[in-house]
């Protein structure tokens, strides 16, 4: 049959228990495990085959298993207090940020991500992006922020992995039909459906939208598997990170431009543009097309209105994740758009222009920066790292001034928390924990739980893995075709007692999944120490185009069947979230062991210490910022090297030297119970100092109180009667850029070699500005010790203007300093442009040292 509709068709429902269908589709369900509970308390086997999806769990469960239930007093009392939890969250008397923000209330921050990892039942993400983003909208939802989720809804997802008798990644798609999972049509105030369209070379492209409930946060998922699109137009989001460039940039523009429309459609008017990594920034050309055109802007005026509204957070520093479009391609696609922003084509290149050794490219990351204000890493280390890489774009200011900050990354507490300790931690940290999960205090706590209790429940938790890996080892086996020996085999592998070590995460290259393989005599046997056995267990995807990360896989593969290695490490195929969940509560030690300073954050390993298993990790991405010596292990030295060799031998000779004197020596040390005290002390001393700040709720209060409120107040200022703010802070730069050719600024600072520290001194400048006013700029003294070449402890003072001008036109300002620290202190006089409406002083790049 050439099929041409599909409807899920459900059972009827018994009257009593109805709501488990209005519960289906709102992911609440997703991070309280009560209200899945529900679900398979009614099938449990067929809860875990759907793989936990509500809906298709519902249209397919036998109609007198609800009846059942229905009639069954434990299940109805289990189903009122869910439903009486969902109500409470859904309808809350106060949340953080109307308390906090009550101005704000009703201003929407619109959040545009090309991938979203809510659950595994929805497998439209790829790795840590996508699992961050789907975490920032559960946090957004918890603290009441009024955020919108925009992206794609991709019928084949990210591909299912599977591994080949020779150990080779192979990868599936499966068509995911849109009315078996938790979405339902997005419909506009008139209760229609919504299309959008955008125009590629020769057509347009139509898009249907999605909506997903996240908790009080709704997502917005665009799909071109419409009419009237060509066949090729139906597939073109048809798959996460599929095709070439020019699917990329197609894709990119119906994200970008696509999205901005789709909520336009929904008469939704965000004041916030977030863009979660470069994908979807072409969201900013749109809304500068849009007020270039019905508010009759200059593509410079427009341009500060949509750069106010818009946050960029940068992923990685590494070029695969950073796209990089030729030229003619961007003709192609954007040739007829250029001239809806009243630019020209060199106006339009130039504003994303990053020159590759294969000539000009257009970069999202460009982009990105040149329209929003306000740009952030993901770690403190890779705050400094994007500040550095991206240093050029703003040529006059220091690297540690260029205005790129950092968010550290965290994680939905209640998604990744096993069951079991959630229940203890609302046991010892309080009813109300889940409110205060961001308070470091509420977690001294954790120290109270019995060694005895909290070992009981990882160990259960560890049991919990192994069965599950057993099942999932047996079915590779009998998908590949492996013989009854080596499938019952797989029934045995894996030791309860053993000390087992997860790694999982995607299979790029730069995380080095094979770095423990580097010496194989020697992690052989430590594997295989009869006292103090170990064991690893891998998962992970490698981008199907990646064919080092895919031997990778191989090599991992083929070292788990190889002689004296069996049983001791496998690798699991198609990891995800549900597995990511067995994982992080199940395995005793988690291991990062990336390429300094590649991982721009990392969360796994976050997700791990929440659940009581310690870190072992290269001190990369999030890992110096959490690291106290106490809560698990750093691996090497905080340094990079020339070459990747040296590096490799060094970080794996750290890494085997802690595992035989520090880790596995800790693990079983037990006392006269069986308990390693030692151990546990990590355990809780992980938990305690990572649960409360790599979290998400404190994420989220971060970006708020960051960016999100200053980039609603900016926006408010420049677009309030017509654009006036923007059309003045834009003729304001002009003329700052035109005039600042003749500034000129020169200083005198002590002319003794010596001070004492305490000691307060005079400091003068002289300006010429020329055509610009006095208060136009800003007069800076800088001051900072010099620490073998690294100037630390940096101090700003802004001078004052005490005369000017005299008859050569000349400002003279002035400052008195105290030496605050001593050692070698070095100074500087600057003067920098200066306005109310910047949103950093350094927007401009503008600066002339004395
Ligand atoms: C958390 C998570 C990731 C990210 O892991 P990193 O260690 O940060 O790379 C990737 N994939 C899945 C399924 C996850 O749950």
Same mark, same amino acid.
């Given at each position: 049959?050439?099929?041409?509709?599909?409807?899920?068709?459900?059972?009827?429902?018994?009257?009593?228990?109805?709501?488990?269908?209005?519960?289906?589709?709102?992911?609440?369900?997703?991070?309280?495990?009560? /209200?899945?509970?529900?679900?398979?308390?009614?099938?449990?086997?067929?809860?875990?085959?759907?793989?936990?999806?509500?809906?298709?769990?519902?249209?397919?469960?036998? @109609?007198?298993?609800?009846?059942?239930?229905?009639?069954?007093?434990?299940?109805?009392?289990?189903?009122?207090?869910?439903?009486?939890?969902?109500?409470?969250? &859904?309808?809350?008397?106060? *949340?953080?940020?109307?308390?906090?923000?009550?101005?704000?209330?009703?201003?929407?921050?619109?959040?545009?991500?090309?991938?979203?990892?809510?659950?595994?039942?929805?497998?439209?993400? +790829?790795?840590?992006?996508?699992?961050?983003?789907?975490?920032?909208?559960?946090?957004?939802?918890?603290?009441?922020?009024?955020?919108?989720?925009?992206?794609?809804?991709?019928?084949?997802?990210?591909?299912?992995?599977?591994?080949?008798?020779?150990?080779?990644?192979?990868?599936?798609?499966?068509?995911?039909?849109?009315?078996?999972?938790?979405?339902?049509?997005?419909?506009?105030?008139?209760?229609?459906?919504?299309?959008?369209?955008?125009?590629?070379?020769?057509?347009?492209?139509?898009?249907?939208?999605?909506?997903?409930?996240?908790?009080?946060?709704? !997502?917005?998922?665009?799909?071109?598997?419409?009419?009237?699109?060509?066949?090729?137009?139906?597939?073109? *989001?048809?798959?996460?990170?599929?095709?070439?460039?020019?699917?990329?940039?197609?894709?990119?523009?119906?994200?970008?431009?696509?999205?901005?429309?789709?909520?336009?459609?929904?008469?939704?008017?965000?004041?916030?543009?977030? $863009?979660?990594?470069?994908?979807?920034?072409?969201?900013?050309?749109?809304?500068?097309?849009?007020?270039?055109?019905?508010?009759?802007?200059?593509?410079?005026?427009?341009?500060?209105?949509? /750069?106010?509204?818009?946050?960029?957070?940068?992923?990685?520093?590494?070029?695969?994740?950073?796209?990089?479009?030729?030229?003619?391609?961007?003709?192609?696609?954007?040739?007829?758009?250029?001239?809806?922003?009243?630019?020209?084509?060199?106006?339009?290149?130039?504003? /994303?222009?990053?020159?590759?050794?294969?000539?000009?490219?257009?970069?999202?990351?460009?982009?990105?920066?040149? !329209?929003?204000?306000?740009?952030?890493?993901?770690?403190?280390?890779?705050?400094?790292?994007?500040?550095?890489?991206?240093?050029?774009?703003?040529?006059?200011?220091?690297?540690?001034?260029?205005?790129?900050?950092?968010?550290?990354?965290?994680?939905?507490?209640?998604?990744?928390?096993?069951?079991?300790?959630?229940?203890?931690?609302?046991?010892?940290?309080?009813?109300?924990?889940?409110?205060?999960?961001?308070?470091?205090?509420?977690?001294?706590?954790?120290?109270?739980? @019995?060694?005895?209790?909290?070992?009981?429940?990882?160990?259960?938790?560890?049991? *919990?893995?192994?069965?599950?890996?057993?099942?999932?080892?047996?079915?590779?086996?009998?998908?590949?075709?492996?013989?009854?020996?080596?499938?019952?085999? /797989?029934?045995?592998?894996?030791?309860?007692?053993?000390?087992?070590?997860?790694?999982?995460?995607?299979?790029?290259?730069?995380?080095r999944?094979t770095l423990v393989f580097r010496d194989v005599a020697r992690i052989q046997k430590l594997l295989?120490?009869?006292?103090?056995?170990?064991?690893?267990?891998?998962?992970?995807?490698?981008?199907?185009?990646?064919?080092?990360?895919?031997?990778?896989?191989?090599?991992?593969?083929?070292i788990?069947?190889?002689?004296g290695f069996?049983?001791?490490?496998?690798?699991?195929?198609?990891?995800?979230?549900?597995?990511?969940?067995?994982?992080?509560?199940?395995?005793?030690?988690?291991?990062?062991n990336?390429?300094?300073?590649?991982?721009?954050?990392?969360?796994?390993?976050?997700?791990?210490?929440?659940?009581?298993? =310690?870190?072992?990790?290269?001190?990369?991405?999030?890992?110096?910022?959490?690291?106290?010596?106490?809560?698990?292990?750093?691996?090497?030295?905080?340094? *990079?090297?020339?070459?990747?060799d040296?590096?490799d031998e060094a970080d794996s000779l750290a890494l085997y030297n802690l595992l035989e004197?520090?880790?596995?020596?800790?693990?079983?040390?037990?006392?006269?119970?069986?308990?390693?005290?030692?151990?546990?002390?990590?355990?809780?001393?992980?938990?305690?100092?990572?649960?409360?700040?790599?979290?998400?709720?404190?994420?989220?209060?971060?970006?708020?109180?960051?960016?999100?409120? +200053?980039?609603?107040?900016?926006?408010?200022?420049?677009?309030?009667?017509?654009?006036?703010?923007?059309?003045?802070?834009?003729?304001?730069?002009?003329?700052?850029?035109?005039?600042?050719?003749?500034?000129?600024?020169?200083?005198?600072? @002590?002319?003794?070699?010596?001070?004492?520290?305490?000691?307060?001194?005079?400091?003068?400048?002289?300006?010429?500005?020329?055509?610009?006013?006095?208060?136009?700029?800003?007069?800076?003294?800088? &001051?900072?010790?010099?620490?073998?070449?690294?100037?630390?402890?940096?101090?700003?003072?802004?001078?004052?203007?005490? $005369?000017? =001008?005299?008859?050569?036109?000349?400002?003279?300002?002035?400052?008195?300093?105290?030496?605050?620290?001593?050692?070698?202190?070095?100074?500087?006089?600057?003067?920098?442009?200066?306005?109310?409406? !910047?949103?950093?002083?350094?927007? !401009?790049?503008?600066?002339?040292?004395?």
């Amino acid at each position: 049959m050439k099929i041409i509709s599909r409807v899920s068709v459900f059972p009827v429902m018994p009257q009593r228990i109805t709501r488990l269908y209005e519960l289906a589709f709102n992911l609440w369900w997703s991070w309280n495990y009560t /209200a899945q509970e529900l679900y398979r308390t009614i099938d449990s086997e067929l809860w875990d085959e759907l793989n936990h999806n509500t809906v298709r769990f519902l249209s397919n469960v036998e @109609p007198a298993k609800l009846e059942k239930a229905a009639a069954d007093e434990e299940f109805l009392k289990k189903y009122d207090s869910v439903l009486e939890a969902f109500d409470a969250y &859904m309808n809350p008397t106060s *949340t953080w940020y109307k308390d906090t923000y009550p101005e704000y209330k009703d201003k929407v921050i619109a959040y545009f991500s090309a991938e979203f990892g809510l659950h595994e039942a929805l497998p439209i993400y +790829s790795g840590g992006l996508g699992v961050l983003a789907g975490d920032h909208c559960k946090a957004a939802s918890d603290i009441g922020l009024p955020l919108v989720g925009v992206g794609f809804l991709y019928p084949q997802g990210y591909f299912i992995q599977r591994i080949n008798y020779d150990g080779r990644q192979e990868a599936f798609y499966e068509k995911i039909h849109f009315s078996e999972v938790p979405a339902t049509a997005a419909v506009n105030a008139k209760g229609e459906e919504v299309v959008i369209s955008v125009d590629l070379p020769g057509r347009k492209v139509y898009a249907k939208v999605w909506k997903i409930q996240v908790g009080r946060v709704p !997502l917005y998922l665009m799909d071109t598997d419409v009419d009237p699109n060509l066949p090729s137009d139906r597939d073109l *989001t048809a798959r996460l990170y599929g095709g070439d460039h020019e699917l990329r940039i197609m894709q990119e523009i119906v994200l970008g431009i696509g999205g901005v429309r789709a909520l336009r459609a929904l008469g939704i008017a965000a004041t916030v543009y977030h $863009s979660n990594d470069s994908h979807p920034v072409f969201q900013g050309l749109e809304r500068v097309r849009e007020l270039v055109q019905t508010q009759g802007l200059s593509f410079d005026q427009a341009k500060e209105a949509a /750069a106010a509204s818009g946050v960029f957070t940068t992923h990685t520093p590494v070029a695969a994740g950073n796209d990089v479009f030729n030229h003619d391609l961007v003709d192609r696609y954007f040739g007829s758009f250029w001239p809806y922003l009243g630019i020209d084509r060199d106006g339009f290149m130039n504003l /994303a222009r990053h020159d590759q050794p294969w000539g000009p490219g257009y970069s999202m990351t460009v982009l990105a920066m040149r !329209l929003s204000n306000q740009h952030n890493g993901v770690s403190a280390l890779h705050g400094s790292v994007s500040r550095r890489m991206w240093q050029w774009l703003w040529p006059g200011v220091d690297a540690d001034e260029v205005p790129v900050d950092h968010v550290t990354n965290g994680i939905h507490t209640q998604t990744w928390l096993a069951p079991e300790l959630d229940e203890l931690y609302t046991q010892y940290l309080g009813a109300d924990w889940k409110e205060r999960i961001d308070d470091p205090a509420m977690w001294q706590a954790i120290d109270k739980i @019995p060694d005895q209790v909290l070992w009981d429940i990882h160990c259960r938790a560890k049991k *919990t893995l192994i069965e599950f890996l057993r099942k999932r080892v047996i079915q590779m086996r009998v998908e590949v075709g492996e013989g009854t020996g080596s499938v019952e085999e /797989a029934g045995h592998i894996f030791d309860e007692n053993a000390f087992t070590i997860g790694f999982a995460r995607r299979f790029a290259t730069y995380k080095r999944a094979t770095l423990v393989f580097r010496d194989v005599a020697r992690i052989q046997k430590l594997l295989g120490d009869k006292k103090r056995p170990v064991q690893i267990v891998f998962a992970g995807k490698a981008h199907p185009a990646d064919e080092p990360g895919k031997s990778f896989i191989q090599r991992v593969h083929q070292i788990s069947r190889q002689e004296g290695f069996e049983g001791r490490i496998v690798f699991l195929e198609n990891y995800d979230m549900n597995m990511g969940r067995y994982l992080v509560q199940g395995v005793d030690m988690w291991l990062n062991n990336p390429i300094r300073p590649n991982e721009a954050s990392g969360t796994s390993g976050q997700k791990a210490a929440l659940n009581g298993v =310690p870190n072992a990790s290269i001190l990369d991405g999030w890992w110096p910022e959490a690291y106290n010596g106490k809560n698990g292990w750093a691996i090497g030295e905080e340094r *990079t090297y020339q070459s990747q060799d040296i590096q490799d031998e060094a970080d794996s000779l750290a890494l085997y030297n802690l595992l035989e004197n520090d880790i596995v020596p800790t693990y079983f040390n037990r006392d006269e119970n069986g308990l390693p005290l030692g151990w546990i002390k990590v355990m809780k001393e992980s938990i305690k100092t990572v649960a409360p700040y790599f979290s998400t709720r404190r994420m989220l209060k971060d970006y708020t109180n960051k960016f999100y409120i +200053s980039s609603i107040k900016q926006t408010l200022m420049l677009s309030t009667e017509n654009y006036a703010g923007a059309k003045t802070l834009s003729s304001w730069k002009r003329a700052i850029y035109d005039g600042w050719n003749r500034v000129a600024i020169s200083a005198k600072t @002590p002319a003794e070699s010596k001070l004492a520290l305490g000691q307060e001194f005079k400091v003068t400048a002289q300006t010429f500005l020329g055509q610009l006013r006095p208060s136009d700029v800003v007069v800076e003294f800088l &001051m900072a010790r010099d620490d073998d070449g690294n100037l630390v402890n940096q101090e700003i003072i802004t001078m004052e203007l005490v $005369s000017g =001008p005299d008859q050569n036109s000349l400002y003279n300002y002035a400052a008195n300093v105290k030496v605050s620290q001593g050692g070698s202190i070095v100074m500087g006089v600057r003067v920098l442009p200066t306005h109310p409406a !910047l949103t950093s002083k350094h927007e !401009l790049g503008l600066v002339r040292w004395a």
